[in-house]
């Protein structure tokens, strides 16, 4: 039997270089790839970060993906492995936007004398 169907993916925040999602796992799911690229991009020029069920946390997994383009649309999706590697039909696309490089206020403080 061919592991399910991708997870869609929740979009959580993104920065200038990091993008933080997250997905309901399946328990007939040994391990996913999260697959990323810049949107314009073919899938076969994908980036794959690897999640196990060990980053399972309140019944969701939560990852962040790392070292991104600031100003840069990218298009994320996950692919569900069984025990033996074989890959399910990707989830549906999210595509998230980086943040531009000095475009995001920036905390500042006050003081009153």
Known sequence: ???PD?????FISASETIVDV???????VSSYDL??????QK???QKITKIGKDQLKGGKITTA???????T???FRVVAKDADGNCGTPGPELIIDTE???CTPKKSSCVIL
Not at 6 to 10: D, F, I, Q, R, W
Not at 35 to 40: D, I, P
């Open 35 to 40: 697959c990323y690229k810049v949107y314009q």
């Open 100 to 102: 531009a490089v000095g």
């Open 1 to 3: 039997m061919a592991p």
């Open 73 to 75: 649309t990218y298009a």
């Open 22 to 28: 997250e997905f309901s796992p399946s328990s007939s």
């Open 65 to 71: 993906i790392e070292d991104l383009e600031p100003g």
């Open 43 to 45: 899938w076969e020029e």
């Open 6 to 10: 991708g997870p869609k993916l929740t």
